[in-house]
Nanobody, 126 residues
Framework: QVQLVESGGGLVQAGGSLRLSCAAS????????MGWFRQPPGKEREFVAI????????RYADSVKGRFTISRDNAKNTVYLQMNSLNSEDTADYYC???????????????????WGQGTQVTVSS
């Protein structure tokens, strides 16, 4: 069973940047697409970004397109989320998840991901 550990959250002013990391255990990291989701206060978890197993394909939610960048380092078993031009609507708990099916890409549905980490909190002050 893979374990995911997110880090890098914190308090940042509007317009600022943060870089989130998600470290994975195990030897199969490079076989799975990885995704970032977030859960704003009082709302349901929502899709943010996904990256294919080798990193060649990415997809973003419209709300973060052009501001966030997902990347991965398979040698380090880590996926990243670079967040720029942050605004108050980005305030949320951020989670990384692994696609349930190896090699699959494309789905942005929470139900198609698992092995969720504990999350890291991002607060953007205006």
């Amino acid at each position: 069973q893979v374990q995911l550990v997110e880090s890098g959250g914190g308090l940042v002013q509007a317009g600022g940047s943060l870089r989130l990391s998600c470290a994975a255990s195990g030897r199969t990291f490079s076989s799975y697409s990885m995704g970032w989701f977030r859960q704003p206060p009082g709302k349901e978890r929502e899709f943010v970004a996904i990256i294919s197993p080798k990193g060649g394909r990415t997809r973003y939610a419209d709300s973060v397109k052009g501001r966030f960048t997902i990347s991965r380092d398979n040698a380090k078993n880590t996926v990243y989320l670079q967040m720029n031009s942050l605004n108050s609507e980005d305030t949320a708990d951020y989670y990384c998840g692994r696609r349930l099916a190896s090699g699959s890409f494309g789905s942005t549905l929470e139900v198609d991901f698992g092995s969720w980490g504990q999350g890291t909190q991002v607060t953007v002050s205006s």
